[in-house]
């Protein structure tokens, strides 16, 4: 399913996908999860060079837990198998884990849902203090001096509001979708968390 202007917003392929991230008994599932990941992509291609290290990031951590999810998908069809796989061969904290890739895929989404959320809330901000203030609540306390250093340099380069609304609007309701993806999304983000939390994962910080 290929997102275009004909469809509605940017936003509403990734909302209908999001129909089909739990299974009938409420697990939450691989692939479909991951589709609506990378359903968001073209979401964060119209920020530009802005956000180019969060999309080379999210692109990153989907191919890894899209490629173990291949190497099985009967397998690792529930979403967190992989990972607890992991944690029970003690390779969950190695740097190229699946288990890195979920949670920083997860604090990436978090941070992206924040910064649709501040573009709501508050009309009057510019596109990067809206960015900014999106950062500091989200992934700012587990990136070290480095990143941090270059994520704030990336916001500099943010886009003109008004375009980048006009532009993800296509021919839909732009402010709805966007609220219907902050209220939709956050739960399987939260539920990501959790279960990391579980295995004692979800405070890894940055190298």
């Given at each position: 399913m290929e997102p275009s202007a004909a469809q509605g917003t940017v936003f509403a392929p990734s909302?209908?996908?999001m129909k089909h991230v739990r299974s009938d008994n409420g697990e939450m599932l691989t692939k479909p999860f991951l589709d609506v990941c990378k359903l968001i992509l073209p979401v964060i291609d119209k920020f530009?060079?802005?956000?180019?290290?969060?999309?080379?990031?999210?692109?990153?951590?989907?191919?890894?837990?899209?490629?173990?999810?291949?190497?099985?998908?009967?397998?690792y069809n529930q979403f967190y198998t992989m990972v607890q796989e992991?944690?029970?061969?003690?390779?969950?904290?190695?740097?190229?884990?699946?288990?890195?890739?979920?949670?920083?895929l997860t604090r990436a989404m978090d941070f992206l849902v924040e910064l649709f959320r501040n573009l709501l809330a508050h009309p009057d901000w510019t596109m990067s203090q809206a960015c900014t203030d999106s950062y500091g609540k989200?992934?700012?306390?587990?990136?070290?001096?480095?990143?941090?250093?270059?994520?704030?340099?990336?916001?500099?380069?943010?886009?003109?509001?008004?375009?980048?609304?006009?532009?993800?609007?296509?021919?839909?309701?732009?402010?709805?979708?966007?609220?219907?993806?902050?209220?939709?999304?956050?739960?399987?983000?939260?539920?990501?968390?959790?279960?990391?939390?579980?295995?004692?994962?979800?405070?890894?910080?940055?190298?």
């Open positions: 909302l209908e996908g530009g060079a802005a956000m180019a290290l969060v999309k080379s990031d999210i692109g990153g951590n989907i191919t890894r837990l899209e490629t173990k999810y291949l190497s099985d998908p009967s397998k992991e944690v029970d061969a003690k390779t969950a904290k190695g740097s190229s884990s699946c288990a890195n890739g979920l949670l920083w989200t992934l700012k306390k587990f990136h070290g001096w480095l990143a941090s250093s270059s994520f704030t340099i990336a916001m500099k380069l943010a886009p003109d509001r008004k375009k980048f609304m006009e532009v993800i609007a296509g021919t839909g309701d732009v402010a709805a979708d966007m609220e219907e993806f902050c209220t939709t999304f956050p739960p399987f983000l939260e539920e990501n968390h959790k279960f990391l939390a579980s295995v004692g994962l979800d405070d890894m910080k940055a190298s």
